[in-house]
């Protein structure tokens, strides 16, 4: 890699990470998936975000959880990265899984509302079907755990 700012005007590739975050149903014991919504796309969605420079990827998608969703998680496997155009610049994101251990949800203006679900309707619920793939992924890595 170049110093910064030695690549110009040229589109670089914007790095952004986040989790497939999942839970025990505190009621039925069950796998729950957490989905956020942003107001600004109206969509459901992983929790996930820009990396700050230099920012360690897992680091900041532990930071996107905790934003977005007010609970920290600890992360295990790495899941497949998407890589996708976003307002005609290329776009990676790296997911891991991990496990929702503590907190509370509090609506911000970037995450109006949260819910957790099981797999199948967290599948259904995602507005994109790109990520409606990591719901087998993060399957095969809590199920093999």
């Given at each position: ?76 496997a790495e899941l497949p ?65």
């Open positions: 890699m170049g110093s910064p700012g030695s690549a110009g005007h040229r589109t670089l590739t914007v790095q952004a990470a986040g989790c497939v975050l999942w839970r025990r149903s505190p009621v039925t014991g069950e796998l729950e998936l957490c989905l956020v919504h942003r107001p600004k796309y109206d969509d459901w969605s992983w929790p996930k975000g820009k990396l700050k420079r230099g920012e360690d990827a897992l680091a900041g998608a532990l930071r996107e959880v905790a934003e977005e969703t007010g609970h920290t998680a600890v992360p295990a990265s998407a890589h996708y155009l976003a307002a005609g610049r290329p776009k990676r994101v790296r997911y891991w899984a991990a496990e929702a251990v503590a907190g509370a949800f509090t609506p911000t203006d970037e995450v109006d509302r949260i819910l957790w679900l099981p797999p199948e309707a967290a599948r259904l619920r995602l507005t994109e079907p790109r990520d409606a793939d990591l719901v087998d992924a993060l399957l095969a890595t809590v199920h093999t755990t």
